[in-house]
């Protein structure tokens, strides 16, 4: 069955790095974009990036875009995203989306940015 698996979350300072990935079963992986959410406590979930399938650029918001950058590795069935310059409200669950239909989910790796 399809299945997407979140790591890589942690607790980091503000100004630091992360890289998260989500390793991708059940489908394939080359053929379908996957995006990236995040969702702060309290917060509604938000489109972090989408990591097209193919050799296209990926789209990210506003809010992470010069920050954060993405890639896949579609030997490994995996998507990575790097968190650069973190900042408190960054501080957040982050989830990979895709597979067929974009219906699944991971189950989340949570990244904290405190001093």
């Known amino acids: 069955q399809v299945q997407l698996v979140e790591s890589g979350g942690g607790l980091v300072q503000p100004g630091g790095s992360l890289r998260l990935s989500c390793v991708a079963s059940?489908?394939?992986?080359?053929?379908?974009?996957i995006a990236w959410y995040r969702q702060a406590p309290g917060k509604q979930r938000e489109f972090v990036a989408t990591i097209p399938s193919g050799d296209v650029t990926p789209t990210f918001a506003a809010s992470v875009k010069g920050r954060f950058t993405a890639s896949r590795d579609n030997v490994k069935n995996t998507v990575y995203l790097q968190l650069n310059s973190l900042k408190p409200e960054d501080t957040a669950v982050y989830y990979c989306r895709g597979g067929p239909a974009f219906d699944y989910w991971g189950q989340g790796t949570q990244v904290t940015v405190s001093s």
């Open positions: 059940g489908f394939t992986f080359s053929s379908y974009s």
